[in-house]
């Protein structure tokens, strides 16, 4: 129990830097948090013999799959966005965080099912925490597939689950005053579909969208969609095509960043100002806040989600 209690207080001291504007409030209203900016492969990532991922493994510098947190302080509730496989810590660092009650989130909104964005359930059943009705929130294919594919479905099966059915485009009242709302956007939907999200709360919103195949593919406008909102988190997995030498980036399609940031020149500085980068891969320079790549998209106005930045809602 000490260590529990001494790894949570850890946990604070590291994420609050920063945050000390929300902590004078005492955390109060809805808060939101980023638990993870990286790929589901994570960073250092398996493989990877280069000399940053290579001194990471030998002193890891707390990168996790990419991850949001809101809390709301009033109504005593807490949520993921995604179940990575950093599920553990993130939810540990969550309940450690101004406002935020010890133990479990409510619930867990989930975006699709490629496993750096799900598999984090596993540490829910038996084999772990073996957790009680812990809400998930997944569209009809991700639902079925979770219902019907082991081990998740005997996460079902004994009660550490629960599901609800998200319909696109149909708000969810995660409580009074914060409100989730999924949206479909095309990605490589080879078990489910895939969404983003909308995260409203009473002052200010933030779109979540982490995986997405290209902004030319999607059949809404991207420019709209940010105008409508004070944040947006958007999928800036690769800089630009170069970087994976041994892949066809054709089997994993993003938009690159520099496609996001020719897409972006024309709109105002204002909203510039609310894109962060996030979901970045191992290769990407971005994790480098020093890197040229990292100036670039200081320069152009928009941002890269850095671990452990905090905004209220």
Not at 30 to 36: A, K, R
Not at 189 to 214: M, Q
Request: glycine letters at 10%.
């Amino acid at each position: 129990m000490r260590w529990c209690q001494c790894a949570v207080a850890m946990a604070a001291v590291v994420l609050c830097v920063g945050w000390s504007a929300l902590a004078e409030r005492g955390g109060e209203g809805v808060s939101l948090t980023v638990l993870g900016n990286v790929q589901d492969g994570g960073y250092p990532h398996i493989g990877c013999q280069r000399e940053d991922c290579r001194n990471l493994f030998l002193r890891p510098a707390g990168h996790q799959v990419v991850c949001l947190g809101v809390i709301d302080s009033v109504a005593d509730r807490q949520f993921l966005f995604e179940a990575t496989p950093d599920a553990a810590r993130q939810a540990n660092q969550l309940a450690a965080l101004p406002g935020a009650h010890a133990g479990m989130p409510d619930g867990i909104f989930l975006t699709h099912a490629h496993w750096g964005h799900y598999t984090g359930l596993g540490l829910l059943g038996r084999e772990a925490m073996g957790a009680q009705g812990v809400g998930v929130y997944a569209m009809p294919r991700l639902r079925a597939f979770l219902e019907g594919n082991g081990p998740w479905s005997q996460l079902v099966e004994l009660g550490n689950i629960a599901l609800s059915t998200l319909k696109p485009d149909e708000p969810v009242a995660a409580t009074s005053q914060l409100t989730v709302t999924p949206f479909r956007v095309p990605h490589r939907d080879e078990f489910s579909e895939t969404v983003g999200f909308h995260i409203a709360g009473p002052n200010r919103s933030a779109l979540f969208i982490p995986d997405i195949d290209k902004w030319t593919k999607w059949d809404r406008n991207l420019r709209e969609m940010v105008s409508a909102v004070d944040l947006a988190f958007l999928d800036g997995t690769f800089y630009d095509g170069t970087e994976l030498g041994h892949r066809d980036m054709s089997e994993v399609p993003h938009p690159f960043i520099v496609e996001s940031l020719a897409l972006m020149e024309d709109w105002t500085p204002a909203e510039r100002d609310k894109v962060y980068f996030i979901h970045l891969n191992h290769t990407n320079a971005l994790l480098q806040p020093d890197s040229e790549e990292s100036k670039n998209v200081a320069k152009s106005g928009c941002h890269v989600a850095r671990q452990g930045d905090r905004y209220p809602l």
